[in-house]
């Protein structure tokens, strides 16, 4: 994957990325050895953080790392000038908590229930350490555990603070509410014909409880 991602983006000044060319633009953080250790395949799990540091110095889209290149598709193309302000793991993992149910109860999610839906991948700890801020630099295959446990895009991971979150806040205020979470669930599965007609069911309410 890095290799292709070498020769998919070449260094500004032309040429390929080498080690010392890593370096000197990570200011160091991401050193020639990481560079030929993890080019050359000795690095099974790299941090999150060195990840995003060469996905910003390279300028392509940091969750190229978690997918398939055969699903990279509109991914390719590069973003420049993506602001640098991003939301911290901690906020990212409990939005994820407070605003996505369980199917089964309609009640928000448990830290027990995503350690099991990770299949050993994670502890109960590890995710409690993320969202106390402990844990910052999740490794590849936590980050894949997490995504599948949510059912969400690994991408999500790397959404930058400029860009409209996931849920935004008055969504999450709204699912914090029970029943409001249960009509959610049950209208996950009905048709998009039904599923209108109960949007205009819902504004005929709306419009009875004004009068």
């Known amino acids: 994957m890095f290799e292709r991602l070498l020769e998919m ?21 991401v050193n020639a050895s990481y560079f030929s250790n993890l080019l050359n395949g000795r690095i099974k799990q790299p941090g999150l953080d060195k990840l995003k540091a060469i996905a910003e110095a ?4 940091p969750e190229l790392w978690l997918e398939e290149p055969e699903r990279w598709g509109k991914r390719l193309a ?7 302000s991003e939301a911290s793991l901690a906020k990212l993992l409990d939005n994820l908590f407070e605003s ?10 448990s830290e027990a229930e995503i350690t099991r839906r990770s299949a050993g991948k994670l502890t109960m700890q590890e995710i409690r350490d993320m969202r106390a ?15 599948a446990a949510f059912d969400v895009d690994p991408s999500y991971w790397f959404r930058r603070g400029k ?14 509410d029970r029943d409001n979470r249960l009509l959610l669930h049950r209208s996950l599965n009905l048709s998009k014909d039904h599923k209108d007609m109960l949007l205009i069911l819902m504004e005929q309410l709306k419009e009875r409880d004004k009068d």
């Open 163 to 176: 860009k409209q979150p996931l849920v935004d806040q008055r969504t999450v205020e709204a699912l914090r």
């Open 58 to 61: 390279m300028d392509f889209p």
């Open 9 to 29: 983006y070449p260094h500004p000044g032309g040429g390929r990325w080498t080690g010392p060319k890593m370096e000197e633009a990570t200011g160091g953080f």
């Open 133 to 147: 801020g402990k844990l910052t630099n999740p490794n590849m295959e936590q980050i894949l555990a997490l995504s």
């Open 100 to 109: 996505i149910p369980d199917e089964r109860t309609s009640r928000p999610l």
């Open 78 to 84: 590069p973003e420049r000038g993506r602001p640098s």
